[in-house]
T-cell receptor
Framework: NAGVTQTPKFQVLKTGQSMTLQCAQD?????MYWYRQDPGMGLRLIYY???????DKGEVPNGYNVSRLNKREFSLRLESAAPSQTSVYFC?????????????FGPGTRLTVT | DAKTTQPPSMDCAEGRAANLPCNHS???????VYWYRQIHSQGPQYIIH???NNETNEMASLIITEDRKSSTLILPHATLRDTAVYYC????????????FGTGTRLTVIP
């Protein structure tokens, strides 16, 4: 099992450009999450998907959109990147939305917006 | 979810037990204590969780005080690979789906 995979690992964007971060999990988990981590800080939830076909906003959703493409895949889109979105983005998955205690994280995507 | 307080950093000698404290004085009855760690540049990793009883698994032990207002994560024989940021998180097992990570404790294991 690969667990949670994310692509790309690194990305540099110019202000105003768009991009999609991809995430996939092979553990048959129902729930998936997108977090961002700024230097020296903990992770903050951007969006989550409790189950296939549903998405909900987290703490910091502004400037992002998500798509739960199927049970395996959950993508994060930046429509018009801003320097404030420079961060490390982590995708995670868990077994079930309302009873989850263990989230499995991907290796992260390091995004720089200039 | 209840707020947690952790020391910003700790050192531990290799081979010794690392005891990481966490204060969660406003914890409510249905909230669990979870511990995750994040090794440099990697995604966080689940370690252990508990409600009121002490818990042990292959990675660590979790000691929760009787009043549940604080807990301690114990790594019994710390190795250099245990150097990481350790996050104590308190949340109900149902309800909101996010984990509030805070800033954690940076544990440095010294050779």
């Amino acid at each position: 099992n690969a667990g949670v995979t994310q692509t790309p690992k690194f990305q540099v964007l110019k202000t105003g450009q768009s991009m999609t971060l991809q995430c996939a999990q092979d553990m048959n988990h129902n729930s998936m999450y997108w977090y961002r981590q700024d230097p020296g800080m903990g992770l903050r939830l951007i969006y989550y998907s409790a189950s296939e076909g549903t998405t909900d906003k987290g703490e910091v959703p502004n400037g992002y959109n998500v798509s739960r493409l199927n049970k395996r895949e959950f993508s994060l889109r930046l429509e018009s990147a801003a320097p404030s979105q420079t961060s490390v983005y982590f995708c995670a998955s868990s077994e079930a939305g309302t009873s989850a205690y263990e989230q499995y994280f991907g290796p992260g995507t390091r995004l720089t917006v200039t | 979810d209840a707020k947690t307080t952790q020391p910003p950093s700790m050192d531990c000698a290799e081979g010794r037990a690392a005891n990481l404290p966490c204060n969660h004085s406003t914890i409510s009855g249905n909230e669990y204590v979870y511990w995750y760690r994040q090794i440099h540049s990697q995604g966080p990793q689940y370690i252990i969780h508990g409600l009121k009883n002490n818990e042990t698994n292959e990675m660590a032990s979790l000691i929760i005080t009787e009043d549940r207002k604080s807990s301690t994560l114990i790594l019994p024989h710390a190795t250099l690979r245990d150097t990481a940021v350790y996050y104590c998180i308190v949340r109900a097992k149902t309800g909101a789906n996010n984990l509030f990570f805070g800033t954690g404790t940076r544990l440095t294991v010294i050779p």
